[in-house]
């Protein structure tokens, strides 16, 4: 049996995707989410009680397995748990972008853990999140893990 292009199911036109989905120009970026990515890029963990609401519910899917924080001070631990133990932390990339009510985050850190202080890691994180009254309130992540690189963020 052969199936004309006018009986196939086609896929929706790039432009039509496209609309669903708008990269947030920085002037609509929640004040919140710039903050955030300042103190990560900065390794200043404590700066995100600033940011992170008191009931904030943070999940994450890493290479080792899971985490979930159910308040702002178990999210500021495990940042501080994942990057804390670092030497400098630099961010070197960022965007963000939105989709329905959620804003997306990606951001990419180079860093020097404490497992190997003698050199460069670079670690990608992706995920959405919900600000509400200017403070993060929800926060979903995806997380590459850590790979060996050069300090601009060059994986070797």
Known sequence: MTVT????????????????FSTAA??????????FLDAL???NFES????????LWLRALTPGGTAQARTRDEAIATFTSWFGGAGPVR????S??????RDLIRYRLVLRPSFDPRHW???EQTGTCRVKRGAIRRLDLVCTG?????DHGVPL
């Open 5 to 20: 292009a006018t009986e196939a199911r086609l896929p929706e036109p790039l432009e039509a995707v496209r609309s669903r």
């Open 48 to 55: 995100l009680e600033r940011v992170f609401a008191s009931d």
């Open 91 to 94: 961010l070197v990339e960022a």
């Open 41 to 43: 890029g900065a390794g």
């Open 26 to 35: 920085p002037s609509e970026t929640p004040e919140a989410v710039k903050e």
């Open 96 to 101: 963000t972008g939105r989709l329905g009510t």
């Open 121 to 123: 890691y670079t670690v």
């Open 146 to 150: 850590m790979f060996r690189s050069n």
